[in-house]
């Protein structure tokens, strides 16, 4: 009993530690980093790369240890692993962190719903990134959670999603999956669900919400389809209810941010919003599949895949006339791998038949 207690106390200090600099949400956002999947027992050297960009914040995406228990203690005791790593401590002191969670960091792999210590989880994750005692994701089902930021005229909505906490049991394949394919086949019963009801609820408020820019984070893709691993196309009438959100609420600047994968690749489709959507894959921080020339199809990809370790960056040049946003892939170096060039102009509902009729 002592040694858990000791190790409660441990874990408090740490918990307070990790506590970033507070989001001013005045500020004009200009650089967003963001990344998934980072084991905590292997090296993490990438840090470094992302504290030379100087992000005004950095986003999470699920992953950020990998705990696969129901042990909370042991959860914990990961969670300080990472607290511990030097570049992570250098990050924290940089800029503010938020933070979504995919399926290791919450608890069980590909595990949903049916996750029997999700509400205990969902307090350690909460006590690990510092989540004020009065904060609304402490008194909900769900890690679910948005901020706007910037003032009017450079609003960058933050919308983080939980894809894990209400997600409806995934439908396998019955064939044997061949080596490196993926187990998972379309669910089309219409009572299945990746949100939940009071999260669908909460998302339609949020895209109603003033904003020039919005970046949705998801744990899982969102725009790649043809693949059989985790992604929002395994139930595709939630993904079509996503798409069809955006278009009735009249929601612009919609930017998807995913992560999940171990690799990383940019995605798009017009998924009859009137703009393109774009989906940014950044995984992993230190996950990331290294086995080049291992290719997967994609029909919506814009440009190569990226095999490494590697983070995103989304750059936005509000001093334009028309703003310019930048989604990036860097690898582990910080180079450039990727780059695509959004006038903020092509995210507004009805860009696209503009376009046609030029």
Not at 95 to 115: F, Q, S, V
Not at 242 to 263: E, N, P, Y
Not at 269 to 279: A, E, F, M, N, Q
Not at 290 to 319: A, Q, Y
């Amino acid at each position: 009993m002592k040694r858990l207690v000791n190790l409660a106390m441990v874990f408090a200090t740490l918990a307070v530690a990790v506590a970033a600099p507070p989001l001013d949400t005045t500020k004009a956002v200009t650089r967003i980093a963001f990344g998934s999947c980072a084991h905590q027992d292997k090296p993490q050297p990438i840090w470094d790369a992302i504290v030379a960009q100087k992000p005004d914040l950095f986003i999470f995406l699920g992953d950020n240890i990998y705990a696969d228990t129901e042990d909370m203690e042991i959860m914990k005791a990961k969670y300080e692993k990472l607290s511990a790593i030097a570049g992570f401590q250098r990050l924290r002191k940089t800029c503010p962190i938020l933070a979504i969670w995919d399926d290791h960091d919450y608890g069980k792999d590909d595990a949903g719903a049916e996750y029997r210590k999700k509400r205990e989880s969902q307090r350690v994750f909460l006590d690990f990134f510092g989540e004020p005692a009065n904060s609304p994701r402490r008194q909900q089902e769900g890690v679910y959670d948005a901020v706007i930021l910037g003032p009017q005229g450079q609003r960058v909505q933050i919308i983080l999603l939980d894809t894990r906490y209400f997600r409806s049991p995934l439908r396998r394949r019955p064939e044997r999956p061949k080596r490196g394919e993926g187990p998972y086949l379309p669910n089309p019963d219409p009572q299945t669900t990746i949100l939940g009801p009071a999260q669908w609820r909460w998302l339609e408020a949020q895209l109603r919400l003033p904003a020039e820019l919005r970046i949705i984070a998801s744990s899982i893709q969102v725009i790649p389809d043809d693949h059989h691993w985790e992604k929002w196309g395994n139930f595709p009438h939630e993904r079509q209810r996503l798409f069809q959100l955006v278009r009735d609420t009249g929601a612009a600047g919609v930017v998807f941010i995913s992560g999940d994968r171990h690799l990383a690749e940019l995605s798009v489709t017009d998924g009859g919003v009137g703009y393109p959507l774009y989906d940014l894959t950044s995984s992993g921080l230190n996950q990331a599949d290294k086995t080049f020339g291992r290719w997967e199809l994609n029909r919506h990809r814009v440009g190569s895949m990226f095999w490494g370790n590697n983070f995103g960056m989304i750059h936005i040049e509000w001093d334009r006339k028309d703003p310019l946003i930048r989604l990036q892939i860097r690898d582990e170096e910080g180079e450039l791998f990727l780059q695509q060039k959004i006038p903020l102009s092509l995210l507004q509902p009805g860009s696209l038949k503009s376009q046609e009729t030029k």
